[in-house]
């Protein structure tokens, strides 16, 4: 039986071409990452192959000896990539080739920025994978058929990448990929066998699928070569898995390699840790920080970087039972000894081995980090930088780890300069007052809004350090972090200011008598504003403004209903608590005040000045100025 062919040109799809354009302008330096791509896809073809087998043997085709080809044709100016793996039907290829599927692509192209350096370092995240060819390539080749399909329903795709590709179908005998690049003039170094030799050591030395290229003729060998002669193929790469070799056997340099291999990075990580585990539970572990967030990190769909392996056959990729989601940024590998060779993502759920083997993994990450804060400082500020805001996911994921991850975490504060987070909450109780109780913090859209809030006048004024959190996830974190190390957290936007031993005997009498002597402004104030506010209240905490809104312990902070807001969950503003400064001029002036009209405008005022101050939103934006451009006007006829 016989499949009529079938010849097309299609457009590339938008993001493609655009993919494309990126890989040719922005890795010219870096070019030999093409062969890595290449052959790091052609092993996951192997491995894929490998692993549908283990349901169904008759897609070895009686040929279960997986292998990579690498060779070139010096005359024909080209360089071939082959495996005999799992391979691609038509529609595969279409969908894997013409068409960018993943739902990070819009994000990872409007990142871009136009400049070569910064993009290059950005498509490393991304991961070139088959694009890559493009890079020494004006044209390439793809021949390919799927493991159990028919001889006749090959395909073969081609494309100069330059907008568009032409797809058929063909006769294919084997199974598997073979990719053939077309290579340009000014990219002849890659028709050297030496140097591919080279490339392959680097960055694919430890792949466990024999990698094979044409065994190299010398001497008399060479003078009696005969071009009919059947090629000898020798393996280059040494096979062996990485993470099984001996610490002790391994360099720095050779880590850092397998890593950009297997994260299909550019830079190099910023550590990690290997481990071998015996007794009940046999395992090896080679887990990695990487140094920068890839561009897809707050994406819902985007994957872990932990990939399975049983007996050191891939199972399956970006496994999420080996990592919880607040350390979705590591990469790396775990190879069991103990698992079945036919596990499922489903079987993973409820196994308890591999529950073991996360809370080993998360252990040694968190330890990974407590060291790098410890001794190099300068680095971890670096990863916290990239990671910090996914690490503070942390407490409400994993309790058990909750005051580990705590002491991981980096803020600004008042004590501190500039925009860095760099005070760990050891250090704030390292400098807390020798009375103080607990760990002051305000959240706020931005820093210059946090520095600048009246909340922080009494604080300022009593020098208690205060945290500044500015980060979306921080209402959500804090409302799982309650206390750290015996030390309770305390809003200083929330519920009636209690500074403890920190105040004064004193300042709390004043304050009593400071409630009777104006229960009539404070009574005034409320009528004025009705619904707008729960309660007005004299205030301990402010010394240079007139007014602020709090709300109570217990009700969701304004921070939190705006950032809801902005999320697109309909998230009610809570009703604030107005706290007044009966000390300040204003307030004065509004408690000497007779007009009620005059009264009411001017306890607006101060309500929509207290509400700007705190970063919130005037709901009548037009009111407010027209009351404020009638006092201006009073004040200037009073003149």
């Known amino acids: 039986m016989t499949v009529e062919a079938h010849k097309e040109t299609i457009e590339f799809q938008a993001e493609v071409s655009q993919v494309l354009n990126l890989v040719i302008r922005s890795l010219y330096s870096n070019k030999e990452i093409f062969l890595r791509e290449l052959i790091s896809n052609a092993s996951d073809a192997a491995e894929k192959l490998r692993f549908e087998a283990l349901a169904d043997d008759v897609l070895y085709e009686g040929d279960p000896e997986l292998k990579i080809r690498v060779w070139v044709d010096k005359d024909a100016g080209t360089l071939t990539v082959s495996d005999n793996g799992i391979g691609m039907s038509r529609q595969e290829v279409m969908d894997t080739i013409g068409t960018i599927a993943s739902s990070g692509t819009k994000k990872f192209l409007e990142n871009l920025s136009g400049d070569e350096t910064s993009d290059s370092q950005l498509i490393g995240q991304f991961g070139v ?68 030799r080279q490339i392959i050591s680097k960055f694919s030395d430890h792949l466990a699928i024999p990698i094979e290229m044409p065994k190299e003729d010398t001497g008399a060998e060479e003078e009696e070569k005969d071009k009919d002669r059947e090629i000898e193929w020798e393996q280059v790469n040494k096979g062996i898995a990485l993470w099984m070799r001996n610490k002790s056997e391994i360099t720095d340099e050779e880590y850092k390699d397998f890593y950009k291999s297997i994260a299909h990075d550019f830079e190099d990580p910023l550590a990690w840790s290997h481990n071998r585990v015996e007794g009940t539970n046999e395992y090896t572990s080679l887990l990695y920080v990487p140094s920068r967030a890839p561009f897809d990190l707050w994406d819902r769909e985007q994957k872990h970087g932990v990939k399975l392996y049983v007996r050191r056959v891939f199972i399956m990729d970006e496994v999420d039972k080996l990592m919880p989601h607040y350390l979705r940024f590591v990469k790396g590998v775990v190879d069991s000894d103990d698992l079945p060779l036919n596990v499922s993502r489903e079987l993973l759920q409820h196994n308890r081995k591999i529950d073991t083997i996360r809370s080993a993994n998360v252990k040694r990450i968190l330890g990974l980090l407590e060291n790098m804060a410890k001794n190099d400082p300068e680095k971890y500020q670096k990863f916290w930088d990239e990671f910090g805001k996914v690490l503070k996911e942390g407490p409400a994921e994993d309790f058990a780890n909750k005051e580990r991850i705590a002491g991981l975490f980096r803020f600004a504060s008042t004590k501190s300069e500039g925009d860095e987070e760099t005070v760990s909450l050891d250090e704030y109780i390292g400098r807390m007052a020798e009375k103080q109780e607990k760990i002051y913090y305000i959240t706020a859209d931005s820093l210059a809004a946090a520095r600048n809030s009246p909340h922080l006048e009494i604080f300022k004024k009593k020098d208690i350090e205060v945290l500044l959190m500015t980060d979306r996830v921080d209402e959500w974190l804090m409302s799982h972090l309650t206390e750290y190390k015996e030390k309770t957290f305390q809003s200083v936007t929330k519920g009636q200011l209690d500074l403890g031993e920190l105040e004064a005997e004193e300042d709390k009498e004043e304050q009593k008598k400071a409630e009777k002597a104006h229960k009539k402004l404070l009574k005034g104030i409320k009528k004025a504003l009705g619904e707008k506010v729960k309660e007005v209240r004299v205030s301990s905490r402010l010394v240079d403004s007139p007014a602020c809104l709090v709300v109570d312990d217990y009700d969701m902070s304004q921070n939190l209903a705006r950032v809801l807001k902005q999320l697109g969950q309909d998230a009610p503003m809570p009703t604030p608590i107005m706290e007044l400064n009966v000390e300040h001029p204003l307030v004065e002036r509004l408690e000497k005040e007779n007009d009620k009209d005059r009264y009411s405008e001017l306890a607006n005022l101060l309500y929509d000045q207290a509400l700007l101050a705190e970063g919130g939103q005037l709901e009548d934006p037009a009111g407010f100025v027209h009351r404020l451009n009638r006092l201006m006007l009073d004040m200037s006829d009073s003149k």
């Open 129 to 196: 994978g088959f694009y890559s060819a493009f890079i020494v390539a004006d044209r390439v080749t793809l021949t390919t058929r799927r493991a159990g399909m028919e001889p006749e329903h090959g395909v073969r795709w081609e494309s100069d990448g330059e907008g568009s590709y032409s797809i058929e179908t063909v006769e294919k005998e084997g199974r598997g990929t073979e990719v053939t690049l077309h290579l340009r003039e000014d990219d002849n170094e890659f028709l050297d066998s030496w140097r591919l």
